[in-house]
């Protein structure tokens, strides 16, 4: 729940980065451009690093028209500012991306950390089904038991309640006999 709060709050705060936490931001593949590598419906792990020292070969995500996007790069070049550009293309497409990365899109490296179909779960407690399913019947479910837990604990307290108002009712009337016994006598 911790880690989930922090990356909705950084995703408010700088909302022109993917969310992370201690340098590492989660991403869920959509694509299957990077397959068999990566595959649709994956949870991956981004980790950040200084994009200066990305090179040949390194799998980048970066963000292009506000989409996060996974591929290898292909090639380095330079830019006219003198920054290094990235050439990069899915595993799975046969030809180049159209556009080089530039540093500031880069979002981070992949390192191979993922979590196969997890991706898709999460996309599924995002939908109205899946936030019913894993949110609201959860809730509802934990009403509902602790109202017939506050219910049997009443009945109990009443049964104990009237249990104990016999028993004083009977002291008293063992009581009153022994007064008029006494007064027989």
């Known amino acids: 729940i911790i880690i989930n709060i922090i ?6 705060l700088n909302p022109s980065e993917l969310p992370g936490v201690c340098g590492v931001k989660p991403a869920v593949v ?3 451009s990077m397959e068999p ?3 649709v419906g994956d949870l991956i792990f981004i980790r950040s690093t200084d994009p200066v020292t990305l090179q040949e070969g390194d799998v980048v995500c970066y963000l292009s028209s506000g989409k996060a996007i996974t591929h290898r790069i292909v090639g380095v070049t330079e830019g006219e500012d003198g920054q290094p550009r990235y050439v990069t293309q899915g595993d799975a497409n046969n030809a180049a991306d159209r556009l080089a990365v530039t540093t500031d899109q880069v979002q981070g490296v992949w390192q191979g950390a993922r979590i196969p179909q997890l991706g898709n779960a ?7 089904t899946g936030m019913l399913l894993f949110i609201i019947c959860p809730l509802l ?3 509902l038991w602790d109202i017939w837990r506050r219910h049997r604990l009443d009945k109990a307290e009443a049964d ?10 009977a002291l008293k009337r063992e009581k009153d006999a022994r007064q008029e016994t ?3 006598l």
Do not use: V
């Open 7 to 12: 990356l909705i709050a950084s995703s408010y």
């Open 30 to 32: 959509l694509s299957g």
């Open 37 to 39: 590598t990566i595959q």
């Open 122 to 128: 999460i996309l599924f407690m995002q939908t109205t």
């Open 141 to 143: 479910l934990f009403f």
């Open 160 to 169: 104990r309640t009237a249990q104990l108002e016999a028993e004083l009712a």
């Open 182 to 184: 006494a007064e027989k």
